[in-house]
């Protein structure tokens, strides 16, 4: 089997934990144990037996992840090992060889990377930065035909942080529906709205929707390693099985946190501590772009730990990101990494302190490169 290499991945694999300053994470500055829990939770914690727990998700998991999804209960569920993991059981399981699925881009590109190796072929809809990075619908539509079984988004968006707008949506079911395919929605990035409401769901809008979600992003709890699919039962039921064969079940210590974690109450708390954490980074990033004229630009994300400025320089993005990561040890993720040269995905969710350096750190070099380079 050939399997591409994951660019984005890779890449931050090999540098994230040995540059100073990291700021290519796409999720919010992770919560400790003793920031999230009390002393009666952290007992409980400590007496758990380190059996499997239940595979598909406990309970009380499942159902408090059906909450957050308009007419489900929890046997809509399916707790996996990360969202990669949904992601990766979701292809495996819905499509087959010689399919076609429709991927909105730019995307996070574990589903692109995924279904060519299984075969399938991919053909993109583009979100455009003359749209606002709003979806290119007509080139949506014409992409369908009648290999087409699933059309896939990423709502909000990772690198842009763009959220469809409800007419978009209602859009993309209306071709779906008409087309008889799947509509599956990474929603990691759900929650994390910078101002206004939280980012809908497909699901309820159409009984062959089917979303991903997890802990890792919205919930800066990436290292419990929680995901999740919810979606029409049989399916998810399908989905369950083909999860026997990859890891099982997932770590019974992160269900038991994430269970908490989503309690309504604690649920707030996390969202609204890391929707703070990135308004306050996305203000630091706008003043520091705004300070090379125009260099840069910046339609802001609406939601989610990234920023995805556009440059105006004759470099290309991993020329430029390397130079930064070599000279000044900070990492930037280039726009080559999503098939985008000239632009860079800017992690927005760490702490303001830390990010604050970093930026700082880059502007030398930068001023090096504006005098090479400036076109
Ligand atoms: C859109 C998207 N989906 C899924 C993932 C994987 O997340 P997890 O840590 O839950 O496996 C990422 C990680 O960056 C992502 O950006």
């Not at 400590?46 to 489900?72: C, F, H, K, V, W």
């Not at 991919?122 to 606002?132: M, Q």
């Not at 556009?310 to 930064?324: H, P």
Request: negative net charge; charged residues 25%.
């Amino acid at each position: 089997m050939k399997i591409e290499t994951f660019e984005l991945e890779r890449t931050q694999s090999l540098w994230e934990n040995r540059v100073k300053y990291n700021l290519t994470e796409s999720g919010i500055h992770p919560y400790s144990l003793e920031e999230l829990l009390d002393r009666d939770e952290m007992e409980k914690l400590l007496s758990l037996r380190l059996g499997y727990g239940q595979t598909n998700g406990s309970e009380e998991l499942r159902e408090a992840i059906s909450r957050l999804y308009p007419g489900t209960d929890l046997d809509n569920v399916l707790v996996t090992s990360g969202s990669a993991e949904a992601n990766f059981i979701a292809i495996w399981t819905y499509l087959n060889p010689g399919d076609e699925l429709i991927l909105m881009v730019p995307n996070y590109m574990q589903i692109w990377g995924i279904a060519r190796s299984f075969g399938i072929t991919i053909k993109p809809f583009h979100l455009k930065e003359e749209l606002n990075w709003g979806p290119d619908l007509e080139e949506l539509k014409n992409q369908i035909s009648s290999r087409t079984k699933m059309i896939a988004v990423c709502n909000p968006n990772n690198p842009t942080g763009a959220v469809l707008s409800e007419e978009a949506m209602k859009e993309i079911v209306h071709l779906a529906e008409e087309a008889d395919v799947l509509v599956y929605s990474d929603e990691i990035y759900r929650g994390a709205e910078l101002a206004g409401e939280e980012t809908p769901t497909f699901l309820g809008m159409y009984d062959k929707a089917i979303a991903c979600a997890g802990l890792s992003k919205a919930y800066a709890l990436p290292g419990l390693r929680m995901g999740w699919l919810v979606g029409p039962k049989k399916m998810i039921e399908k989905a369950w099985a083909s999860r026997d064969y990859t890891s099982i079940s997932s770590g019974i210590l992160s269900n038991y946190v994430a269970t908490l974690a989503l309690q309504p109450e604690l649920r707030e708390k996390i969202l609204s501590r890391n929707r703070r954490f990135l308004r306050e980074n996305l203000a630091v990033l706008e003043e520091w772009l705004g300070k090379y004229n125009n260099l840069f630009s910046l339609i802001p994300p609406q939601a989610g730990g990234v920023a995805f400025p556009r440059y105006d320089m004759e470099i290309n993005s991993t020329e430029l990101a390397t130079k930064i990561m070599q000279e000044k040890s900070v990492f930037i993720a280039a726009g080559d990494l999503f098939g985008m040269d000239h632009y860079l995905r800017i992690g927005i969710g760490s702490e303001k302190d830390y990010f604050t350096a970093g930026l700082s750190l880059i502007d030398e070099t930068l001023q090096e490169i504006i005098h090479k380079y400036s076109g």
